[in-house]
């Protein structure tokens, strides 16, 4: 009796050419992840290069009061006026007290998003990049905003979130020639800043923006838009519920009408 022997059946040319475009996206995939390594390894190189050529932080608190001092204001000590730290978080920062690399992350898109649009200095994103924008001036362009951005990084790691905050409350315009939360609080409504309501609050969060365009004594249809803002942010960030944003947002503001005489 014969037995016949099984041979394999031959590879079709098909399949072989198959074979080899799997073999040849194999490697490409292979080298594009090698050079994405590389690249990413490039670029924290060069960004942790750029942050230790950049000034120290140190001396941030006595340049805030270096600029409350120049304008006749008075500093806002810790603890910080509790409507208004949360208006400004939540119209100005909503990541800022995330893990401080989210924060980053998201300041930086935003920072590139803004280069885009404008083709110029956007400012600081996040509350530390414009607070290093503040204390540490630089001509506009894009290398200003990659120092904003580090500088930013510098604060976070040095001061606690309070502190940050509390800098930025005092170092910051509010139009009307007032610097700085307590000059404003008390020059816009004649009351310290932990004395604030929502609706005051709202107002002043929203005047860093764009401190003169937004000067409620004398662009007050702009300055109610961009409280209404604030008082949408407040709501999205659960920190008040919709009826009491409205109710904030129809409360009369007493509103001094008076300039800073310190100007």
Request: proline share 5%; hydrophobic share 45%; aromatic share 8%.
């Amino acid at each position: 009796m014969r037995f016949r022997c099984s041979r394999s059946e031959p590879r079709t040319r098909q399949e072989t050419s198959a074979g080899r475009s799997s073999r040849r996206w194999r490697r490409r995939i292979a080298r594009a992840a090698v050079l994405a390594a590389s690249l990413l390894a490039a670029l924290t190189v060069a960004a942790f290069s750029f942050e230790l050529a950049l000034p120290g932080v140190s001396d941030a608190q006595s340049k805030v009061a270096a600029i409350v001092r120049a304008h006749h204001g008075a500093l806002l000590r810790l603890p910080l006026s509790a409507k208004l730290a949360k208006a400004i978080v939540a119209v100005e920062d909503q990541h800022f007290y995330t893990n401080v690399f989210v924060n980053v992350l998201s300041g930086a898109s935003r920072a590139a998003v803004a280069s885009l649009e404008r083709s110029g200095d956007p400012g600081g994103s996040t509350i530390a990049q414009q607070l290093a924008k503040q204390l540490y001036p630089q001509p506009p362009g894009l290398g200003t905003t990659l120092q904003d951005l580090a500088l930013g990084v510098k604060l976070s790691f040095e001061y606690s979130k309070s502190e940050i905050l509390d800098m930025y409350l005092n170092a910051i315009y509010y139009g009307n020639g007032y610097w700085g939360a307590s000059q404003a609080a008390r020059g816009y409504f004649g009351v310290s800043p932990d004395r604030l309501d929502w609706a005051e609050a709202a107002m002043l969060a929203g005047l860093p923006q764009a401190p003169s365009a937004y000067n409620p004594l004398e662009h007050y249809t702009l300055a109610k838009q961009r409280q209404e803002h604030v008082l949408d942010q407040l709501v999205a960030t659960d920190v008040l519920t919709r009826r009491r944003a409205d109710a904030a947002y129809r409360a009369l503001l007493p509103l001094r009408r008076t300039s800073n005489p310190a100007r």
